[in-house]
């Protein structure tokens, strides 16, 4: 079965701090793996798009990576800002299919 | 650009009573979704349209029907609303350019009392 599971479900941290959150995937045959941000009450927006040759792409403090061999993804954030408290969604893209396969999210709050 | 629109953005409906949410794009793609998110499970797919004139089911698609009225607009509707169908409702667009990204609209929130 197509799944993708993320961890931490919650992370609070300290404004400033690094954190790092992680996606596993079992999705096959994988196309692409999309990291959305979504602030409270808003829709989800995306933060950038891994595919298959890609194993690093950053997006100013966002760094994500992606290992196929190990079917896992991980979103690094860089010194981070109140702002940056939303949930962030781990979304894989299978081949040759509409339907995307969406993780339950991680909630990370930014405390000042 | 607008984007994605929803409305309406809040609804509070009583079992039994219908109701219909609707959704516009305009950046002229093909491809449309109604998701709904409720807390700890994340986004599901109800229905989508990949072209106008074309609908399938998703994931959870029983007590909801949908239209593809015509390239921009898609709707959701509840026939005979019931409690477990409070949720938060997400539409979205995307095209096979970008790589199928998902363009989400900013939500309706519906309880069903």
């Known amino acids: 079965k197509n799944q993708v599971e993320q961890s931490p479900q919650s992370l609070i941290i300290l404004e400033g701090k690094n954190c790092t959150l992680q996606?596993?995937?079992?999705?096959?045959?994988?196309?692409?793996l999309r990291w959305y941000k979504q602030d409270t009450g808003r829709g989800p927006v995306s933060l950038t798009i891994m595919t298959f040759s890609e194993n690093t792409k950053s997006n100013g403090r966002y760094t994500a990576t992606l290992d196929a061999d190990t079917k896992q993804s991980s979103l690094h954030i860089t010194a981070s800002q109140l702002s940056d408290s939303a949930s962030y969604i781990c979304?894989?893209?299978?081949?040759?299919?509409?339907?995307?396969?969406f993780g339950q999210g991680t909630r990370l709050t930014i405390n000042p | 650009n607008a984007g994605v629109t929803q409305t309406p953005k809040f609804q509070v409906l009583k079992t039994g009573q219908s109701m219909t949410l609707q959704c516009a794009q305009d950046m002229n793609h093909n491809s449309m979704y109604w998701y709904r998110q409720d807390p700890g499970m994340g986004l599901r797919l109800i229905y989508y349209?990949?072209?106008?004139?074309?609908?399938d089911k998703g994931e959870v698609p029983n007590g909801y029907n949908v239209s593809r009225l015509n390239k921009r607009e898609f709707s959701l509707r509840l026939e005979s609303a019931a409690p477990s169908q409070t949720s938060v409702y997400f539409c979205?667009?995307?095209?096979?350019?970008?790589?199928?990204?998902?363009?989400f609209g900013p939500g309706t929130r519906l309880t069903v009392l």
């Open positions: 996606c596993n995937y079992t999705v096959s045959p994988f196309s692409n």
């Open positions: 979304v894989v893209s299978q081949q040759g299919a509409q339907k995307l396969v």
């Open positions: 979205a667009s995307s095209d096979l350019e970008g790589g199928r990204e998902q363009f």
């Open positions: 349209s990949a072209s106008e004139g074309t609908t």
